[in-house]
């Protein structure tokens, strides 16, 4: 078998399996939640090697159609993959969204109270909390850390405790975690990304110009999308799993 594998190419092998089970996959034959074959199955079945399946099977798991299960064997995620790939469900996005509508009245007078009071150090380190999302943009990292960085910082300048306190009670969890762009997608990635970016700068240059109400409204819509943005993702998920 792995003189047939090296006469026909495993490269191509592999692409060959992998796409025989995405069309699996995708045509309904294996359903969401479904155990794969096993791997000496898949084997015998394609007339590979374990390297040729187990390669196919990261691909798909990369694609996020697929999970392992350490001892249990590999599941479907789901039939869609722009779905499936996102590797969310219900009830994370629904936290997701409950975080950003409490977040929402707070920090959109954070941000009005920011701009009125805030000192030129602070409006520096809002600036500088601003050049990290993008330098994280520009070298395609996450910008969660930089982004909650950002808002607290913005809390910071209210020069009233209880916002910096309520945003740092909630610690990673107010920047919610759930990908409404799959890591695999990377150009649809990096233009949410810059999406937030640009949010962002609107909120940010109010501030420095020191315009509560641009500051609020920039706030305003910056959360206000990001709640949309999720609603609609829990929408497609309870059509996909209806």
Do not use: W
């Amino acid at each position: 078998m792995q003189g047939k594998d090296r006469s026909r190419g495993s490269g191509s092998l592999v692409a060959q399996v992998g796409e025989s089970l995405r069309q699996a996959i995708l045509s309904g034959q294996y359903a969401a939640g479904d155990k794969l074959p096993s791997e000496h199955e898949l084997t015998e079945t394609h007339s590979v090697s374990r390297t040729v399946v187990r390669e196919a099977v990261a691909a798909l798991r990369s694609d996020g159609l697929v999970e392992v299960r350490q001892g249990a064997g590999i599941f479907v995620l789901g039939a869609d993959p722009s779905l499936s790939g996102r590797k969310v469900d219900k009830a994370r996005v629904a936290s997701d969204l409950e975080v950003l509508e409490i977040r929402t009245p707070v920090e959109i007078e954070a941000a009005g109270l920011a701009a009125l009071r805030r000192s030129p150090a602070q409006e520096e380190a809002i600036f500088e909390c601003h050049r990290k999302i993008l330098q994280c943009i520009e070298t395609d990292r996450s910008i969660r850390e930089a982004d909650l960085e950002l808002h607290v910082a913005i809390a910071e300048a209210t020069n009233n405790p209880l916002f910096k306190h309520f945003l740092e009670s909630q610690g990673a969890a107010i920047i919610p975690q759930s990908r409404l762009v799959p890591e695999t997608r990377t150009a649809e990635q990096t233009a949410y990304r810059k999406l937030i970016h640009r949010e962002h700068e609107a909120i940010v240059v109010a501030i420095s110009d020191r315009d509560d109400q641009a500051a609020r409204n920039a706030m305003r819509e910056h959360l206000v999308g990001s709640q949309a943005r999720y609603r609609n993702l829990l929408k497609d998920l309870r059509s996909f799993t209806s």
